[in-house]
C-alpha cells in the first residue's frame, strides 16, 4: 500500500546495508565474524574460514592482485548497489578461470561467475560466497571475415564497434546492450528485433565437471531470455558470431538511431538493471506496470521509472532492499489488475 503523505509503499522491510549511504564499505572481515559469533553462528564463522582458507589457495593460482576480499559489489554493478562479497576473484585468462571454479566446486563452496554486473541485483548483505568477474581480463575481439571471435568478457558494444569498422552488420540490436558477451548468450539477449540466437554460430563453454564444450546454435536451446547455459549451470568462455558483409557508414547511422531511441525511452541517466521483468506472451510488462497505476511508484529509494515503467531504477541510495520490495509490489498489483503474473529478468544473489 502507500502512504497518504508521500504515496510511497509502506516498507516491509528495515535497511540492513553493509554499504552506507556515503558509499563506504562496512567492515565484515573475519575478525568480525568471530566478534559477531554469539549472533551468527558456529556454522557461519565455520563458512568465513573456509572462504578465507580458499581465497589464500586462489591467490596461488591466480596471483596476489587477482583477489579482493569484503569487495563492496555495489562498485561492479549497473545498480550501484549490494553488499561485500567475502571473496572476489579477476582471473587473467581462461585456464585460471577453469582451476578456480574446479577448486570452488570440489570445496562446495558458493561460486559465481559474472561479467558487467548490468543484469544483477546483490543483497545488501553481500554475498557470503566467491565472485568471479571475467568482463575485466576476458574481454578479446577478434575478427576471421565474416566471423566474430570474442571471449565471454567482451562488451557488447565493443562488439557492436568492430563489426561496424569491419563493415559487419548483424549486431546493430545489441550495439546499445550494457552487458558483456557471456550474459547475452546465456539470457539470449536481445533488443529491437534482434537476439543473439540471430548471430551465434558456436559457443564455447565449461561444464560443472570442468570440461570445455563446443556447442552450436541449435545446442544452445536459446529461447526467450534463455538458453541451455542457464539450464545446465555452465559458463560462457567464448563464442563465434556469424554477421554478414554490408556498408559501415549505414550500420553507424543505425546504431546512432537506435542509441536516440534508447535515450529517448529508457531512463539512462538513473542506475539500473534495464528491464526489470521479462515480457509475459502476449504482453507488454511495460504497459501492464503503467495501467496497474505504478508509474513513479517508490519504496525508499527505488522508484518505477516515470519515463519507462519497465525499468525499476535507483533514484536515490535505494537498497537491495527496496528494489525487491519494489519488485514485489509491482507484481502483486500487476496480477490483480490484469490477472498476468510478472517474472524477473534481473538475477538476485545473495538474497535468501
Not at 141 to 166: D, F, N, P, V, Y
Not at 175 to 195: D, H, K, Q, R, V
Amino acid at each position: 500500500m502507500k502512504t497518504p503523505e508521500t504515496g510511497q509503499k509502506q516498507r516491509l522491510y528495515p535497511d540492513v546495508g553493509a554499504v552506507n549511504r556515503n558509499g563506504q564499505k562496512a567492515s565484515r572481515g573475519y575478525d568480525s565474524a568471530l566478534q559477531a559469533g554469539k549472533n551468527t553462528g558456529e556454522n557461519m564463522i565455520r563458512e568465513e574460514i573456509t572462504l578465507k582458507e580458499a581465497a589464500e589457495q586462489i591467490r596461488r593460482i591466480c596471483g596476489a592482485e587477482a583477489v579482493l576480499e569484503e569487495e563492496a559489489m555495489s562498485i561492479h554493478t549497473t545498480f550501484r548497489i549490494g553488499g561485500p562479497a567475502t571473496v572476489f576473484v579477476i582471473p587473467p585468462d581462461e585456464e585460471k578461470l577453469r582451476d578456480v571454479l574446479i577448486l570452488c566446486r570440489s570445496k562446495k563452496l558458493p561460486c559465481t561467475v559474472m561479467g558487467n554486473g548490468s543484469n544483477l541485483l546483490v543483497s545488501d548483505e553481500g554475498y557470503r560466497g566467491i565472485v568471479v568477474q571475467v568482463s575485466r581480463n576476458m574481454n578479446e575481439i577478434r575478427t576471421e571475415g565474416e566471423l566474430i571471435h570474442a571471449q565471454a568478457g567482451a562488451m557488447l558494444s565493443a562488439i557492436a564497434r568492430r563489426a561496424m569498422e569491419e563493415s559487419l552488420t548483424g549486431m546493430e540490436p545489441e550495439s546499445g546492450i550494457p552487458g558483456t558477451l557471456g550474459g547475452a548468450l546465456s539470457m539470449n539477449a536481445g533488443a529491437y528485433g534482434g537476439e543473439m540466437k540471430d548471430i551465434t554460430l558456436s559457443v564455447r563453454v565449461l561444464t560443472p565437471e570442468g570440461e570445455i564444450r563446443e556447442l552450436d546454435g541449435e545446442q544452445m536451446q536459446f529461447a526467450y531470455r534463455t538458453s541451455i547455459v542457464q539450464k545446465e549451470n555452465l559458463v560462457v568462455l567464448s563464442a563465434v558470431l556469424k554477421l554478414k558483409k554490408g556498408d559501415a557508414e549505414q550500420i553507424r547511422a543505425r546504431m546512432e538511431e537506435l542509441r536516440q531511441k534508447r535515450t529517448l525511452k529508457q531512463p539512462l541517466d538513473l542506475p539500473s538493471a534495464g528491464s526489470t521483468f521479462k515480457r509475459p506472451q502476449g504482453y507488454f510488462a511495460a504497459a501492464l506496470i503503467d495501467e496497474a497505476g505504478l508509474r513513479g511508484c517508490r519504496v525508499g529509494g527505488a522508484m518505477v521509472s516515470e519515463k519507462h515503467c519497465g525499468f525499476l531504477v535507483n533514484a536515490d541510495h535505494a537498497t537491495a532492499a527496496d528494489v525487491r520490495d519494489l519488485m514485489e509490489h509491482v507484481k502483486t498489483e500487476v496480477l490483480s489488475t490484469s490477472g498476468v503474473e510478472l517474472e524477473p529478468e534481473v538475477r538476485m544473489l545473495g538474497f535468501d
